[in-house]
């Protein structure tokens, strides 16, 4: 027997109201804020994440789904979204438009991972993408979207972590003194911690084992190492969010996985289980376009986790609307039926009612189980009487009772509750 592959799930029919409830807010929000739908190839160059993730990463070293084609090109499954938005905005001219281009997306994204609540090898991530701007003004604007976006769902109990990581000029010192630091206790550090040491020493911060948590507390924190150009922009990004009156803390050990990542970075947690399950994150990303152009453009962004936040939604109780049901079921009896119901479907689903029928011959007390599983009001029955008479009996399930109406009738009855 076939099953899904480990680390993926089926989305069902019944579970398509999280996705379309996620989507409703997702595009009003991009509304509000400006940013246009990108959608980008599922798989791209694998250079392209390569250079743009870190070869240092855990997601380049052990967690890309990569391949060759059959012209002998090396592809990866997308591991992340901001490195294909980055090459689309280069690709396509985009810094000719009007700055700070802002785009989203929804799109799978695929990871070699351990599976868990939660996490999975393949997951779905809405993401933000502002492009062509410096000024905090946009983190801050970056931030409140994302924030106003898990509030908009009805998720609460809510944190806001900030920090800043510098950048090219000054991030070079800070991760000096942090390999000092582990230098001396290499002993207690976890296998992994023990080759991020040389090869991704910001990760260092933002190990979940135990024994690197223990060891963090003690660590250098980078706010201390900032140039002036960075500890200006961190200032004043703490101000527009104390504009916005958005709760933010500052944490000291919080960094991303991705190496591209400068200044500003930032997630959002459900409080009671902070640091392990983060529903959205991201921050500012000034040298990525310049790592593909070798023109240098500021950024920032973000990205939510879609089977996290459900998982949030669920826990949390929130209430999440249902997938409107079909407005009537057509049940017919006798062959001269079968032909007049096909074309009563085709008149109603033409007026925009939702409409089921019945496809073989069953009883009429069968017709109506059917009806009322599939979520119907509403039955139109159709017997030989009616089709000589063209009308419809009318019942309506919910009281059990039943009227004799022209088609015409009908249609305006079931047009006024759409």
Partial sequence: MFQAPRGTQDWLP??????????????ELAYLFGYGRIDTPVFENSALFIRTVGVGTDIVEKEMYTFSDFGGSQLTLRPEGTASVCRAYIEHGMASRIQPVKVYY??????????????????????????????????AEVIELAWKLLCSLGLSNLTLQI?????????????????EYYAGDLNKLCQDCKVRIDK?????????????????????????????????????????????????????RLVRGLDYYSKTVFEIQPEDERGQSTIAGGGRYDGLVGELSGKHTPA?????????????????????????KPDVYIAWLGDSARQFALELACWLRQKGIATLMAYSAKSLKAQMRQADGGGCR???????????????????????????ITIDAMIEKLSART
């Fill in 14 to 27: 019944e579970d398509q109201k999280y996705i379309t409830f996620l989507e409703s807010r997702i595009k």
């Fill in 106 to 139: 929804h799109a799978p994204i695929f990871r070699y991972e351990r599976p868990q609540a939660g996490r999975f090898r393949q997951h779905h991530q809405f993401g933000f993408e502002a492009i062509g701007e410096m000024d905090a003004l946009l983190d």
């Fill in 163 to 179: 920090n800043s990581i510098g950048c090219s000029k000054c991030r070079p010192a800070f991760l000096s003194r942090l390999r």
């Fill in 200 to 252: 991704n020493t910001l990760r260092l911060l933002d190990c979940k084992k135990p024994e690197c948590q223990l060891m963090t507390e003690g660590a250098p924190h980078c706010a201390g190492y900032l140039c002036p150009e960075c500890h200006e922009h961190f200032e004043r990004l703490q101000s527009y969010l104390s504009v916005l009156n958005l709760p933010f803390e500052i944490n000291h």
């Fill in 300 to 324: 920032v962004g973000f990205a939510t986790g879609v089977e996290r936040i459900i998982i949030n939604l669920k826990k949390q109780n929130v209430f999440v609307p249902e997938i409107p």
């Fill in 378 to 404: 509403y039955v139109a029955i159709l017997g030989e009487d009616e089709v000589a008479k063209k009308c419809i009996t009318l019942r309506d399930l919910s009281t059990a009772t039943q009227d004799t």
